[in-house]
């Protein structure tokens, strides 16, 4: 059997009104002519959307063909898993994304067909001057208010505002409305689900002329209006001074590892995706700059991670 190596996979690209060219000019993706590519979706499980290897002896091979296959190699100590539970995403905000939420895993479960829940993390890359995001309604704001508010189109009154810093994170569990804004380069955890409640679409139509579908009585349906407004993550401490713990919940860890000389990675049993979000790494002979992504198998091997300047990557795993 071929040992498993530090994988990289083609970037999915996702077109949607509100994006633009970035995830090209900041992020070095190479995108077809156009405009509108939102997301790139760097590790994916997800029915037909599924991340390919993109170099190596398991060239060609989807992310589900290595779970099923590979399970006990790149899962570890979480083997065996129907699927790769987490989605790993860059987005690129030209405009503001519709206000929307997300199920849990129960509401999930019960949608034709079934689909996990979603909850995500999102770490801010790059701002414009007054950019802001939305995250979580205003303390008051029960379920028949935020309702009129909709109907009125005047959802925004409702919603917590935030201007983020680069390097803020902020935590988005499931049943949360939110929205990112216009002006942010952003980098996205979730659970491996693509189920979204659009709430408010800002007044505006889609490219055929048309106001784009809502989805009011399901988000309402599926909104936590217990949770209140969602602040921006503090960091914590870990016993390695390098790292910082920028969310750890039930559906995954996220930490933020910044470092300026050759550190050993790996070896827990546990499969990992690094994400690039400053200067340029090597890790197993595989070299990934800023806005690349690989993802470390759990096969107990401990692998160099080097850098030629500072860098930092986000690193997340199944808890």
């Known amino acids: 059997m ?49 991340s390919v290897v993109a170099a190596g002896a398991y060239q060609g091979w989807t992310l589900s063909r290595l779970v099923n296959e590979r ?6 100590k979480h083997h065996p898993l129907q699927q790769f539970p987490l989605l790993f995403k860059f987005l690129d905000c030209q405009r503001n994304l519709s206000v929307q939420v997300h199920p849990n895993d129960v509401q999930g479960a019960q949608l034709d067909p079934p689909d996990l829940g979603k909850t995500e993390a999102w770490v801010i890359m790059a701002v414009e001057p007054g950019s802001c995001l939305y995250a979580g309604l205003k303390r008051g704001y029960d379920e028949p208010a935020f309702e009129r508010e909709l109907s009125c189109g005047s959802a925004e009154l409702c919603l917590n505002k935030i201007e983020p810093k680069v390097g803020d994170c ?19 955890i979730q659970q491996s689900s693509n189920t979204t409640f659009r709430l408010f679409d800002w007044n505006r139509v889609g490219p055929d002329g048309k106001p784009r579908p809502l989805h009011i009585e399901q988000g309402l349906g599926v909104t936590d209006f217990n949770r209140g407004p969602v602040p921006v993550q503090q960091p914590q401490p870990t016993n390695d001074p390098a790292v910082e713990r920028l969310v750890q919940c039930e559906k995954f860890v996220l930490d933020r590892c910044t470092f300026s000389s050759s550190r050993i990675f790996g070896g827990d049993n546990t499969c990992h995706i690094i994400a690039v979000i400053e200067g340029r790494i090597q890790v197993g002979g595989v070299e990934v700059a800023r806005g690349q992504t690989t993802l470390i198998p759990a096969d107990g091997r401990q692998l160099p991670l080097g850098t030629e300047g500072r860098a930092a990557v986000l690193d997340m795993y199944l808890p």
């Open 170 to 188: 902020i935590f988005i569990p499931a049943g949360t409305v939110h929205a990112l804004g216009e002006g942010l380069l952003v980098a996205e």
């Open 2 to 50: 071929e040992p498993l190596y530090p994988l990289c996979f083609e970037p999915i690209f996702q077109q949607y009104i509100w994006g633009g060219r970035r995830l090209e000019s900041e992020l070095g993706k190479t995108l077809p002519d156009g405009d509108g590519f939102a997301e790139s979706w760097e590790i994916v499980d997800h029915g037909k959307d599924q």
């Open 71 to 76: 399970g006990k190699q790149l899962l570890g």
